[in-house]
């Protein structure tokens, strides 16, 4: 069996469809190639912190209604210290600038909404997945569906399966060149329906670990903890977590914590990745099949809305003007805005975590960094300009 688009995309998260809908809307053919099943995609529990920029986009790609109605518009975050509280005013450092808080899941379920309303093409539970000819004119892809292998036929392949999908897979070892850090903690989530303990998200540094208050919505909450990557889940019961969460926050938030059965639990390794370049031949890889941040910066979702945001206006000028010289532009334009992201995500994963290998020089500039960040204008303006995202470059 045999199809035809022009750009075949690998993936169903919120990148693949973003870019699917972006496209979609702009007159340019897509199927998009998923190997799960909606409810599975559905169920990953992620980010919540959507950047200026993705918020931005998400409106461009026609799919913000409930996000607008139902998301909560943070102005700013605060930050602790030993027990000190710093709040950093996001909007009043940035010239506007904010945050919305609105669940990944929400995010993926009102574009796959968005794309089944448009009648676009998505194919779940499709298996062996396989791009071939990516440096060739006519690159095409095959997979099998109901025991029936397929080829679908395409312009260009933009690879938005993850860190462990086959996009990535199927650039020669070679061609690429991989940076990482991978960090002594992980992160243990808990989800519960209780009001969140604070209506601007927490960042808390302490001796016994960095812990995150953040929210899903005014009566949702997410919470996280570092642990070491020897603990499992099964070692933490909600009592533990919960008295552990206590002990972490200055006792005023403490105070006010209100706590309630889990809906989820989990634990995240922590670690920066990057590889380069993010294209080969006609093949472009999107999102975190590319590149990984630790979630201290609020910076996974939202990179990747960056990744789509360059891929989609290459495209639109592809596909409208003829301006094919601007495909190799994707992966250096890419590049600049995520390293950037990957220093801010690395900067505020070391101001705030325990290190276990750290020693009194170490805490000393710790605590030096953090003075001065939290006391200087300059200082403030850096960690809020960050925070909310730095604007995307032009493609021209």
Not at 341 to 349: G, I, K, L, V, Y
Request: charged share 25%.
């Amino acid at each position: 069996m045999n199809m035809r688009t022009k750009v075949a995309i690998i993936g169903a998260g919120p990148s693949g469809l973003l870019l699917g809908q972006l496209l979609h809307k702009a007159g340019i053919d897509n199927i998009i190639l998923e190997r799960q099943t909606p409810d599975y995609v559905l169920g990953r529990i992620r980010a919540g912190v959507l950047e200026q920029g993705m918020v931005d986009m998400m409106r461009e790609a026609g799919v913000a209604e409930r996000m607008d109605r139902e998301g909560l518009v943070h102005e700013g975050i605060e930050l602790v210290y030993n027990g000190k509280r710093d709040r950093i005013d996001l909007k009043a450092l940035t010239g506007g600038d904010t945050v919305v808080v609105y669940g990944q899941t929400e995010v993926t379920r009102d574009l796959m909404e968005a794309r089944a309303a448009s009648g676009a093409m998505t194919i779940y539970q499709a298996e062996n997945v396989q791009p071939h000819d990516l440096k060739g004119e006519q690159p095409y892809i095959t997979f099998e569906k109901n025991g029936e292998t397929v080829r679908l036929d395409c312009d260009y392949i933009a690879g938005c399966d993850g860190f462990h999908g086959v996009s990535r897979k199927s650039i020669p070892a070679e061609v690429l060149r991989h940076f990482e850090r991978v960090y002594p903690f992980g992160w243990l989530g808990l989800l519960s329906d209780t009001p969140p303990v604070n209506e601007e998200l927490i960042y808390a540094q302490h001796e016994r670990g960095f812990v995150l208050c953040s929210q899903r919505s005014a009566s949702r909450s997410r919470y996280y903890l570092q642990v070491p990557l020897t603990d499992k889940v099964e070692d933490w019961s909600d009592e533990r977590f919960w008295n552990e969460l206590k002990t972490r926050l200055p006792q005023d938030v403490a105070d006010k914590l209100v706590t309630g059965p889990s809906l989820e639990k989990s634990i995240a390794p922590l670690r920066s990745y990057v590889v380069e370049p993010m294209q080969y031949g006609k093949l472009f890889l999107v999102g975190d099949a590319a590149h990984i941040v630790p979630p201290t910066g609020a910076k996974g979702l939202n990179l990747a809305a960056s990744d789509v945001c360059y891929l989609y206006r290459i495209l639109v000028k592809v596909y409208r003007e003829g301006r094919t010289d601007l495909l190799e532009k994707y992966s250096e334009l890419a590049l600049r805005r995520i390293w950037k992201a990957e220093r801010f995500s690395w900067f505020m994963t070391t101001l705030l975590h325990d290190f276990p290998e750290a020693d009194a020089f170490d805490q000393r500039m710790q605590r030096t960094d953090y003075d001065y960040y939290t006391s200087s204008p300059a200082g403030l303006k850096t960690i809020a300009e960050n925070y909310v995202g730095l604007p995307f470059d032009e493609v021209e």
